[in-house]
């Protein structure tokens, strides 16, 4: 789940505060986990480890974040002197390089938002899908998004055909029956060679501030499902999901059945989960169901107990307490608030001349709070035009 990072590493996911305490710095960041001042009886070897990492990172010059560098460097020290075998390892170290590496890639563009494009690779080029893929990239890259994709063909070479040179991010998968990357992202600098398919997903998702989902076989439908779990529990901040086919063509409308009679009726998902996902066979309708998402709501992060979401528009008192009124169940204390920069925000500059609503959100439905942003989304206050997620 990028316009301004509030997915990779400025906020946390919902529900996660770790994030938002004081830095380790100002408790030792370099200690080593585990660690407790020699308590343990193993105090002497894991001084002497960390004292080796503490001068490594000195040498490499490492200033910023040298707690979580140290865990990192002592989780490695651990992996060592474990149980795990070569092969553990193997896994260990190139989910880790090739996780460096697309951060290095996608780095430069935090402050740009962006949209992951999913699809099948086996659809043609004269295929009226790959049209819809290709105009919905179009249109959102003429707003100022950029397109992520895995870079294959089909539907990924369409959504980078769209976004057009340079407006585009390849995540590619080395698979022994493809042949590489598609034409259109093949020479870009911001593609990215992933071995593994976990990884690749989690750059994939990371990065993006809406989602875009075509027709396509299982590798599809497993990032389709997992993008919805990680909404659905609140693993990720909240997003649009805009599943895109064609007129008259059954795929989605199929896939919609089944959710409805064969998952929610048996109640094994929640009837507002649906409020996950919208289904359209209009490229420009899904484009601008991506770019209404942030009409008025610009982002979300947690202080302590208290979710707060940050808006483009302040909202009346009047429009306050009705939010409250019909979303007070989502809130511990039954109330939503409006709300200034809370301090930690102002501290860390955290986007503090924005407007905020405020609540004790008490994780009961993650699509209710989808809702919630529906509707700020629609008040009489909020903008006009949809403004891009900012930095």
Request: charged letters at 25%.
């Amino acid at each position: 789940m990028s316009g301004g990072r509030r997915r990779a590493g400025v906020e946390p996911v919902l529900g996660d505060t770790s994030a938002l305490e004081e830095p380790a710095e100002a408790a030792g960041a370099d200690a080593m986990p585990g660690d407790d001042n020699g308590t343990d009886g193993r105090a002497g070897a894991q001084s002497g480890v960390s004292e080796l990492v503490t001068r490594l990172m000195d040498e490499a010059g490492i200033e910023a974040n040298r707690d979580l560098i140290a865990n990192i460097l002592a989780t490695g020290v651990r992996l060592g002197g474990g149980a795990a075998d070569r092969l553990d390892l193997k896994i260990t170290e190139a989910a880790i390089g090739e996780l460096a590496d697309a951060f290095e890639v996608f780095a430069p563009y935090r402050d740009v938002p962006k949209v992951t494009i999913f699809g099948s690779a086996r659809t043609r080029p004269d295929a009226p899908v790959y049209a819809q893929a290709r105009d919905a990239a179009r249109a959102l890259a003429d707003a100022g998004w950029m397109v992520v994709t895995g870079a294959g063909p089909g539907i990924m070479a369409a959504g980078q055909e769209g976004a057009g040179p340079g407006r585009s991010f390849g995540v590619n998968i080395r698979l022994p029956f493809e042949s590489g990357a598609n034409a259109f992202i093949a020479s870009d600098p911001k593609l990215v060679e992933m071995k593994y398919f976990f990884t690749r997903k989690v750059m994939l998702m990371k990065e993006s501030d809406g989602f875009l989902i075509l027709p396509g076989g299982f590798g599809t439908l497993d990032e389709g499902f997992e993008l919805l779990t990680l909404l659905q529990t609140g693993k990720a901040q909240p997003a649009p999901i805009v599943l895109l086919d064609v007129p008259e063509d059954s795929y989605w409308g199929t896939w919609t059945r089944f959710i409805q009679d064969e998952v929610t009726s048996r109640g094994l998902i929640s009837p507002e989960d649906t409020s996950l996902w919208r289904v359209t066979d209009n490229a420009q309708e899904a484009a601008d169901e991506i770019l209404g998402f942030y009409r008025n709501y610009h982002s979300s992060r947690w202080v302590g107990d208290l979710l707060v979401l940050r808006l483009q528009a302040a909202p009346t008192k009047a429009e306050v307490s009705a939010l409250s009124k019909r979303f007070g169940y989502l809130s511990a204390n039954q109330r939503i608030q409006s709300s200034g920069p809370l301090p930690v925000e102002v501290r860390s500059r955290d986007h503090a001349d924005l407007p905020r609503l405020i609540l004790r959100f008490n994780h009961s439905s993650y699509a209710g709070l989808r809702q919630l942003i529906d509707a700020v989304n629609s008040l009489d206050s909020a903008p006009p035009q949809a403004t891009p997620p900012g930095p």
